[in-house]
């Protein structure tokens, strides 16, 4: 692949990935130091887990640091702009760490195919590199990792990668870029516009079917009930204890709704358990 155009989109996805973690610390309130920290975790902290994976010493943005300069230049922009950034909706941030996962996703692969690695490594790789920096960006603001709990984001990296890398190894890199790009963020995008997420394991209450559940009461007091043999009956010949199982019997076998873990759509998990609930 022409080094140029690497380059130029590490720059891109460094400016995107950077924007996106400004925006979270303005969400957050934090101040300029906050905003230059998560817009640098966001933008190196992927490609840094990447190359200490891969043993890359120094790291690239000690190699060139280029890289810094840019995130401080956007920094930079954004607190002149902070007036209108701020006012942004919440679409944009999920919009933008879309596109900066897109690219950080070839970026990643591409490198690892540069140092020889497997395709599956390359694949990893890319993934890393687009979805670790977000990671350690939404710890650093208290929230749950968004490639944890939200739409479809580490599954969009993987199918991005999946075809650079398919590509890249039959000779059409440029080819591979483009469907990467497109595949990335057109399953990203459409998760963010429909919701779309993977099912979830979660905690659901089975209610006992109302016909089922009467005859096997019936039939499981009866069998309780069925005298095993002349000890069981007192010496009067009274018939208490055979009162007395049955009662007991069927007492015991009243339906119960049961806990059980199924998987369930995300928003019928959300219903079910909100996430201020514990589960014991």
Known sequence: MDSDLVYALDMAGTVVFALSGILLACRSRMD?????????????????????VLGVAPVFWIRDPTYLWVILATVLCALVGFHYIHRLNRVVLPVADAFGLALFVIIGANKAMLLGTSGVVAVLMGLFTGVAGGMIRDVLARRVPMVLCREVYATAA???????????????????????????????????????????LAWVVIEPSPGQSASS?????????????????????????????RETASSADVARPKMRVRMVSRSKAARLWPEDEDID
Do not use: K
Request: proline share 8%.
């Open 32 to 52: 300029p130091i906050g905003m230059l920290v998560l817009a640098a975790v966001t933008a190196v902290g992927g490609g840094t887990l990447r190359d200490l």
């Open 158 to 200: 993987i199918a991005g990668g999946v075809v650079f890398v398919a590509l890249a190894s039959l000779g059409a890199p440029r080819l591979g870029i483009l469907l990467s790009l497109v595949t990335t963020l057109g399953l990203r995008l459409a998760a963010i516009r429909w919701q779309l997420a993977l099912p979830v």
């Open 217 to 245: 009461r019936t039939a499981d007091a009866d069998a309780a009930a069925e005298p095993a043999g002349p000890a069981s009956m007192p010496a009067d010949g009274n018939d208490t204890p055979l009162t007395s199982a």
